[in-house]
Structures are given as C-alpha cells and as structure tokens.
T-cell receptor
Framework: DAGITQSPRHKVTETGTPVTLRCHQT?????MYWYRQDPGHGLRLIHY???????DKGEVSDGYSVSRSKTEDFLLTLESATSSQTSVYFC????????????FGSGTRLTVV | GENVEQHPSTLSVQEGDSAVIKCTYSDSASNYFPWYKQELGKGPQLIID?????GEKKDQRIAVTLNKTAKHFSLHITETQPEDSAVYFCAASPYRSGGGADGLTFGKGTHLIIQP
C-alpha cells in the first residue's frame, strides 16, 4: 500500500465535533472507496467515487459525506461525530480498465468519546 | 443488495496441514471474487481473486474454487506455515465493463491460526 496514504493514523475526538479523514493516492487510480471495519461486521462500504466530483453512497453512508476535488484525494467527513462512528476506517483504490484489484491503505483508527 | 456469508469464523490447523475457508454469495450478478489477508494493524491485502468465467485458480500454495451454480467459493491453503496466521476475508462484486465497481461486499472474516 505504498501508493496510498491515510491521515491521520489515529484520532480521538469528542461527540458532536466534525472530523475529516484524508486518503491520498499517487497511483492515478480512477476509483476510490471508504470502508469501516468493526468487530463482528467485517468491512462495510461507506462511500465511493468513480472520478473527480463523482461519488455515490455505500451500505452505511448515514452520518458521512465525501468529496473528491482531485484524482489523488478522497476526503471522508463525519459532520457531527457519534460514539457509533468509533471504528477503523480504510481507504481503497482500483485502477479500472480491466484491473479489478483493490489496494487498501493502512487505516485510520477513530475514537469518538 | 449482495450478501456474503463466510465460515468458519475461526480456524485452527497444525503447521503443514491444509486450511479451507468457504463463502457463499446471494447476488447472481456478482462476477468477481477476491480474497484478502489482513495482519494485525494493517490494511487488507489481496492474495488471490477469481472471475466468474473460471472455476479454479492457483498461485503456489493458495487456490480458489468457484461454483456459480451453488453460489459458493472457497480458499484453499496447503502446507500451512506460521506466517499464514492472519484474518482472511472473502468478497464479491458485480463488475462493470472497464473496471471499477459499486464496491465489494465482504464476508465477516476468518481468523486462521497455525499451530506449531
């Protein structure tokens, strides 16, 4: 996952505050995804993007928004953090054009207190 | 939407033995089935994948089989080694032509433990 950087790696925030997580890729991949990982639930899709300014909702999108103003950056925003959003968040990218393999970042551990 | 079931949740095998993890999926439109390995504190890493026009694929000690009629696919690891200890996830997705997708649906994971 050398081409994908997630920041921050760890964050503790208070309930009700806005939080933005960043995913930066240097691979020029067209498709980008945000997943959350929770014990007993595996990985669940939050939002994804087909290209600049082209995004759509995943399975667990409530309480989250995303933006993609450049190919290399995909931002995930928690408008008003809740304790249920305590999780590990992973960004992933896919090149497209017949290459289906997802590459995941190293994750951001978010704790909402 | 797609639903992926994965079994078992925990699997303990002796070093050198084989391990098999099984998944079923619900959406007949799914045509891409990857397997990921996740080590502690790291992101999932793709280890093997298979498309619906193929019944089996091998890569050294790892193989995946797919039965489209029954909607199930399996991961087989032979001659297991201590470094195979990790959490393994299966996933499924319908892919559009040209690549990319509406996102993978993952199973809940299998914790594979290799006993020395």
């Amino acid at each position: 996952d050398a081409g994908i950087t997630q920041s921050p790696r760890h964050k503790v925030t208070e309930t009700g505050t806005p939080v933005t997580l960043r995913c930066h890729q240097t691979e020029n991949h067209r498709y980008m995804y945000w997943y959350r990982q929770d014990p007993g639930h595996g990985l669940r899709l939050i939002h994804y993007s087909y290209g600049v300014k082209d995004t759509d909702k995943g399975e667990v999108s409530d309480g989250y928004s995303v933006s993609r103003s450049k190919t290399e950056d995909f931002l995930l925003t928690l408008e008003s953090a809740t304790s249920s959003q305590t999780s590990v968040y992973f960004c992933a990218t896919v090149p497209g054009q017949g290459n289906y393999g997802y590459t995941f970042g190293s994750g951001t551990r978010l704790t909402v207190v | 939407g797609e639903n992926v079931e994965q079994h078992p949740s925990t699997l303990s095998v002796q070093e050198g033995d084989s391990a098999v993890i099984k998944c079923t999926y619900s959406d007949s439109a799914s045509n891409y089935f990857p397997w990921y390995k996740q080590e502690l504190g790291k992101g999932p890493q793709l280890i093997i994948d298979i498309r619906s026009n193929v019944g089996e694929k091998k890569d050294q000690r790892i193989a995946v089989t797919l039965n489209k009629t029954a909607k199930h696919f399996s991961l087989h690891i032979t001659e297991t080694q201590p470094e195979d200890s990790a959490v393994y996830f299966c996933a499924a997705s319908p892919y559009r032509s040209g690549g990319g997708a509406d996102g993978l649906t993952f199973g809940k994971g299998t914790h594979l433990i290799i006993q020395p």
